[in-house]
């Protein structure tokens, strides 16, 4: 999928496109911008397909494309392109060159599906994009147990500087800890193990969701070390 789609000299695009096998690839597509050049559809941020490309010494030249989804109806609505593109931006913070990234890429495609849709709400399905793609890159929150003591039956609190979960006992010690409500826990807990099918079929009652709102934008602001330009454009919109 196109993650991401600039003008490069008088004719050509620069892409980057996050890939099934190798991941975040660069490619260049020469004479793009030409009329009626074929590799149009595929110079665009969304556009999903298979990719023929020819590897160079330092860069990747693209020369056909059999784009199958180009997610066209995000462009009528823009707060729905602008949660895309800021998935997009997300995705390529976390995704890097060489590393198979199938997971990755079946959550972007699943989580823009469901922003096409609108079901979940939008607030919803963006926290729990970001979750999983944290946790899929290693960086999500604990939720297993206790991040102090290491209890197997915790949830009572969030510590975002101990990064997850505590016990009622090791939550009342931390500063930073707050409460959370056992909808809330749960749902961290339903996003670190849900299978990806199943990761956007559910909604939050708008208390819970605004906690869960809460507890999300202070852990990605903690660990997520990137100012995003799609979201600084989206928090003007909404
Ligand atoms: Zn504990």
């Known amino acids: 999928m196109v993650l991401y789609a600039a003008d490069q000299g008088e004719y050509g695009k620069r892409l980057v496109v996050l890939t099934k096998e190798c991941g975040k690839v660069t490619m260049f597509a020469n004479n793009a911008r030409k009329p009626k050049n074929p590799l149009?559809?595929?110079?665009?941020?969304?556009?999903?397909?298979?990719?023929?490309?020819?590897?160079?010494?330092?860069?990747y030249t693209l020369y056909s494309a059999d784009i199958s989804e180009r997610f066209a109806g995000l462009e009528l609505d823009m707060e729905k392109f602008c949660h895309?593109?800021?998935?997009?931006?997300?995705?390529?913070?976390y995704t890097h060159e060489g590393e198979y990234s199938k997971d990755m890429l079946n959550l972007l495609y699943l989580a823009i599906k469901a922003v096409e849709k609108g079901e979940p709400e939008l607030n919803l399905v963006r926290r729990v994009f970001e979750l999983k793609t944290m946790t899929f890159a290693g960086e999500g929150p604990n939720v297993s147990g206790c991040v102090s003591?290491?209890?197997?039956?915790?949830?009572?609190?969030?510590?975002?500087?101990?990064?997850?979960?505590?016990?009622?006992?090791?939550?009342?010690?931390?500063?930073?800890?707050?409460?959370?409500?056992?909808?809330v826990a749960y749902t961290l807990k339903y996003i670190a193990s849900s299978p990806l099918t199943a990761l956007f079929g559910f909604a939050l009652k708008s208390d819970?969701?605004?906690?869960?709102?809460?507890?999300?934008?202070?852990?990605?602001?903690r660990?997520?070390?990137?100012?995003f330009k799609s979201l600084a454009i989206l928090s003007g919109i909404v």
């Open 40 to 59: 149009v559809s595929a110079c665009r941020i969304f556009a999903m397909g298979s990719f023929t490309v020819k590897r160079g010494r330092d860069s």
């Open 84 to 93: 895309a593109s800021y998935f997009c931006e997300f995705m390529s913070y």
């Open 149 to 183: 003591c290491g209890l197997k039956d915790a949830g009572a609190w969030f510590s975002v500087n101990k990064g997850g979960v505590l016990c009622d006992a090791c939550g009342r010690l931390a500063k930073d800890a707050v409460r959370i409500s056992p909808t």
């Open 208 to 221: 819970a969701m605004d906690e869960f709102e809460r507890i999300c934008d202070a852990f990605v602001k």
């Open 223 to 227: 660990y997520v070390d990137r100012e």
